[in-house]
């Protein structure tokens, strides 16, 4: 059983520009939430895909967006990054939407704005 | 709106010492409760999950409690070892186990 993965590992950009970071979700599961996590602090629910369909959202603006494919992998994509958004990106899949349902965490990607 | 609390910020202890760490959340309708560990810059790895029925949960040598009236878990961790130097986040899901509110954790050392 593969768990999850995410990529890439470390990332640099400028503000302005866009990024896209991947998960590929453990087998099996088939909803994806991404959270932030800025230096010092928890985790910050970003969103959540279910079934290929965006279900719920956190407080984050629209230049947060993201996708789920059939195989129920996922991207998040950021559009005119700010400084602000340097953190740690943590994607986290689970077998379902229920309250009750244990989440798995992937590795992580480590996203700078300059 | 759900507000998890985990004091202290950071612990320091001996090898060999037990410990308590403490996680506090506002409302007590929850589903479950999840302890994880984050070592510097890495993911998330889940330790235990306490479901809103269940009291504690074991797993070697940690073991975590759940009061849901008093809203407040506990991680206990016994026997330290210099390997269990991390942080240490608790989760409580909402309505969804993924839209999960955290904690900002309690970052621990133990010193050999």
């Known amino acids: 059983e593969t768990g999850v993965t995410q990529s890439p590992t470390h990332l640099i950009k400028t503000r302005g520009q866009q990024v896209t970071l991947r998960c590929s979700s453990q087998?099996?599961?088939?909803?994806v939430s991404w959270y932030q996590q800025a230096l010092g602090q928890g985790p910050q629910f970003i969103f959540q895909?279910?079934?290929?369909?965006?279900?719920g959202r956190g407080n984050f603006p629209p230049r947060f967006s993201g996708l789920q494919f059939p195989n129920y992998s996922s991207e998040l994509n950021v559009n005119a990054l700010e400084l602000d958004d340097s953190a740690l990106y943590l994607c986290?899949?689970?077998?379902?939407?229920?309250?009750?349902?244990?989440?798995?965490f992937g590795p992580g990607t480590r996203l700078t704005v300059l | 709106k759900q507000e998890v609390t985990q004091i202290p910020a950071a612990l320091s202890v001996p090898e060999g010492e037990n410990l308590v760490l403490n996680c506090s959340f506002t409302?007590?309708?929850?589903?479950?409760l999840q302890w994880f560990r984050q070592d510097p810059g890495k993911g998330l790895t889940s330790l235990l999950l306490?479901?809103?029925?269940?009291r504690e949960q074991t797993s070697g040598r940690l073991n975590a409690s759940l009061d849901k009236s008093s809203g407040r878990s506990t991680l206990y961790i016994a026997a330290s070892q210099p390997g269990d130097s991390a942080t240490y986040l608790c989760?409580?899901?909402?309505?969804?186990?993924?839209?999960?509110?955290f904690g900002d954790g309690t970052t621990l050392t133990v010193k050999p």
């Open positions: 986290a899949s689970s077998s379902g939407t229920s309250g009750y349902n244990e989440q798995f």
């Open positions: 087998s099996g599961h088939n909803t």
């Open positions: 895909y279910y079934r290929e369909e965006e279900n």
């Open positions: 409302d007590s309708a929850i589903y479950n």
């Open positions: 306490i479901q809103s029925s269940q």
């Open positions: 989760a409580v899901p909402n309505t969804n186990a993924g839209k999960s509110t």
